[in-house]
């Protein structure tokens, strides 16, 4: 997918006057959060959980290696096949060549931000084969030709309306001429339509939320179920996933999965959660005659060891962009590539470079919420951190930016002459802001002013010129 | 029962405080004062360099880090009226000092030694009632690094409780950040503003006549958009009004104000 992180401000500029995605952000930050809340409540060992589920993931990423060998080796025992995607590149090519191989026409795709990651879509329609998103809210933004805003609610974005729009335009040809102003209507008429597209699919490619090192199973959670016809109807079944989607065990999952749901959807589990292992084996009535499992590392290896391998605990519940204030008020458009929030502010710059995407790790104002429902405790704002430590290195910092905070530094090191200069700036803006209080414009300020009154300094100046007065007398 | 010795603190008065608002810096020191504390004020002090570590300007923040390391050597308690500069010292410092174990240990002395103000008069001190009045309703605001960092939550409102004719009404949202986040609310303005806006609008909802919080970057910010919204809120740091300075200008207003 083309970034358009570069772009940021202006993203966020058109998002907060884009009055269709301030409604659906207004009603999805009260939502998801107070689902959470109440399902965290509900759960007297949520808190120990998530450590739990930090340790495990920090365990497999410590022994990652072995982990993903020991799931290839069940997978192949298995009858499956595992191929390894260093890059975006290999994992577009390894698809097309297993879809060309039996000479798919059309593959019903479910759940894979992966996907969109290696822009699969794109790479398929020209070559002839049409992917179809089978999960509701891929669908929508398929018809539109729109990037998903958001990893579980691809289509969070969108109001009712623009829904109802969206499937007249595009359903009128399949017969469907009525507008539909009902939510149950709209997903009962693109389950009609996508019905049939489940039994014509040649191939099923879905994500995973999880890959079993023990039983080389992919574990996949769904509220809608297509992700179970995607991959038992067609004949082939291919999944796509990140290296850091391995776990140890079942009874690993098993954790893993107490935190997900309620830390996504506030949901205790998701309604379905599905686990295949395999293809088709002799005697089974239904699953798919080969099972294929393309492995993405895509730059993610190069952070194992560091102090940054604790990005790749993520599984992608969206918690930390549900409490994130900023995507409450942007959306995720705005970050311009595939995972926005915090996490995508953290993964973009090491997927597509912070170059490219210095903007997201410093449009926070580090407020620690994300961090505080991680289910696996990553460290989001030392992350982002992180990003803005490399970028100043790399005098990647605007320079206007770099030469202010050089010069004021100088100073800070220096209190005698910080007092001089601090007990300057106090009497000279405490004088011309008294009669007010406060100033609605003020040189060099004009970030802050633009939006907000500054407000003045009290008379009688700085805190240490006072305390000094005070207590002058009584020093030696 | 023997009284135990006076402790001694040493108050961080903060950067913002120090050019700003003193009345802030001054309510400290009477509230801890009227605790037993000895309070002194270390002259050497400037900013905990948050400015600069949220840029990403490693070096100067542990410039910076080293001098209020050494300005705050041998006092038995630090104490900031603010959540994100105590923060600073006490979750930051050690961290920046990975590859100097000397510093480190002396970052980490401090650290320990470290504590917001309404933390410190509450878990440390033991203080439950303050002797002060103040006649409106407050609504307070939980500022992210106390919250987060440090665990204030309980303890202001506690103190609080114990004001005359103070009512409190809390806001929707109030662990909600303000949008302020240091360079942030200059560096991307207009997000900034429409993150103040949402809390501007929940502190009006309160009903509340003051808004309160405890640190004065999160209460210029919101200050500054109640009073370019029109809005009628006044705004002070709770440790004012836990002094008895609630007759002060609230802050943004001139010696004019209507309070």
């Known amino acids: 997918m083309q970034s358009t992180a570069r772009a940021f401000k202006q993203n966020a500029h058109e998002a907060l006057h884009d009055p269709n995605l301030q409604d659906s952000l207004a009603k999805l930050k009260v939502g998801f959060s107070e689902r ?38 069940k997978v192949l025992a298995l009858g499956g096949h595992v191929h390894w995607a260093p890059t975006a590149e290999d994992a577009r090519r390894i698809i097309a060549d297993l879809c060309k191989s039996v000479g798919a026409r059309t593959i019903a795709k479910s759940k894979s931000m992966v996907s969109e ?6 790479h398929l329609e020209a070559l002839g084969i049409a992917p179809i998103e089978t999960d509701l809210g891929e669908y929508i933004i ?13 289509a969070v974005h969108l109001t009712k309306d623009q829904v109802a729009d969206t499937f007249l335009e595009h359903h009128r040809e399949l017969g469907f001429t009525r507008r539909l102003t009902e939510r149950n209507d709209l997903v009962a008429e693109a389950r009609q339509v996508l019905r049939q597209k489940f039994l014509d699919a040649d191939v099923g490619l879905n994500g995973a939320n999880f890959l079993v090192a023990e039983t080389g199973s992919s574990m996949l959670v769904t509220n809608e179920g297509n992700a179970d016809l995607s991959n038992t109807l067609p004949r082939m079944q291919i999944v796509l996933a990140s290296i850091e989607k391995v776990i140890p065990t079942l009874e690993d999952a098993a954790v893993l999965l107490r935190v997900l749901a309620r830390s996504a959807t506030g949901q205790e589990s998701s309604a379905y959660t599905t686990l295949n292992t395999g293809p088709k084996r002799a005697g089974d009535l239904d699953g798919p005659e080969q099972y294929h499992v393309v492995i993405l590392d895509n730059g993610r290896s190069s952070v194992l060891g560091t102090r940054m391998q604790d990005m790749l605990r993520c599984i992608r519940c969206g918690a930390c962009m549900n409490h994130c204030p900023v995507y409450g008020a942007i959306g995720g458009h705005a970050y311009g590539w595939v995972y926005p929030g915090p996490i995508g502010a953290v993964l973009t710059p090491q997927l597509i470079g912070v170059e490219e995407a210095g903007n997201l790790p410093n449009a926070s104002t580090f407020c620690g919420h994300c961090e505080s429902v991680c289910p696996v405790r990553i460290p989001l704002p030392r992350l982002m951190r992180h990003w803005r430590e490399r970028e100043f290195e790399r005098h990647l910092t605007p320079r206007a930016a770099r030469q202010g905070l050089a010069l004021w530094s100088f100073v800070a090191r220096r209190p005698k002459l910080y007092r001089r200069l601090s007990g300057f700036a106090n009497k000279l803006l405490a004088l011309f802001g008294r009669a007010e209080g406060r100033y609605r414009s003020l040189p060099l300020a004009s970030g802050w002013t633009r939006f907000r009154d500054f407000p003045a300094p009290q008379p009688g100046g700085t805190f240490h010129a006072q305390w000094a007065r005070q207590h002058s007398r009584v020093r030696p | 029962m023997s009284r135990p010795p006076p402790r001694r603190v040493a108050l961080f008065v903060t950067c913002l405080v120090d050019l700003f608002r003193p009345s802030v810096g001054f309510a400290a020191v009477k509230l801890l004062e009227d605790a037993g504390c000895i309070v002194e004020v270390p002259p050497l ?53 990975d590859d100097d174990p000397a510093m480190k240990t002396r970052a980490e ?67 909600v950040c303000c949008g302020f986040g240091g360079t942030f609310c200059v560096k991307y303005p207009e997000i900034s503003n429409a993150m103040v806006g949402e809390k501007t609008s929940d502190i009006e909802a309160s009903g509340a006549d003051t808004v ?48």
């Open chain 2, 212 to 259: 309160l919080a405890g640190d004065l970057g999160c209460l210029m910010n919101m200050a500054g958009k109640l009073q370019r919204e029109g809005r009628a809120v006044q705004v002070r740091h709770v440790a004012e009004v836990l002094a008895d300075m609630g007759a002060l200008a609230p802050i943004g207003q001139g010696e004019g104000g209507e309070r």
């Open chain 1, 117 to 122: 990651e290696i822009g699969l879509n794109d």
């Open chain 1, 36 to 73: 959470r809340r109440q399902a965290a409540e509900r759960l007297p060992e949520f808190e120990a959980l998530r450590d739990r589920a930090r340790d495990i993931k920090n365990h497999t990423l410590e022994n990652l290696d072995f982990y993903l060998e020991e799931f290839e080796r």
């Open chain 2, 109 to 175: 002395n401090l650290a320990a030694r470290t504590h917001e103000l309404m933390a410190f008069l509450v878990d440390v001190l033991g203080v439950t009632k303050v002797a002060a009045r103040y006649d409106g309703v407050v609504t307070y605001h939980d500022s992210c690094s106390g919250l987060r960092e440090l665990g204030v939550k309980q303890q202001p409102r506690t103190l609080l409780g114990s004001v005359q004719g103070l009512g409190l009404r809390e806001m929707k949202t109030p662990e």
């Open chain 1, 142 to 154: 398929q018809l539109r030709h729109e990037p998903p805003s958001h990893i579980i609610a691809p």
């Open chain 2, 45 to 97: 002090q400037v900013c905990c360099g948050q400015p600069a570590y949220n840029s990403g300007d490693r070096a100067s923040t542990k410039a910076i880090a080293r001098q209020v390391i050494g300005a705050f050597e041998g006092y038995q308690h630090v104490v900031a009226p603010s959540g994100s500069c105590a923060g600073m010292l006490s979750h930051h410092y050690p961290g920046l000092f």
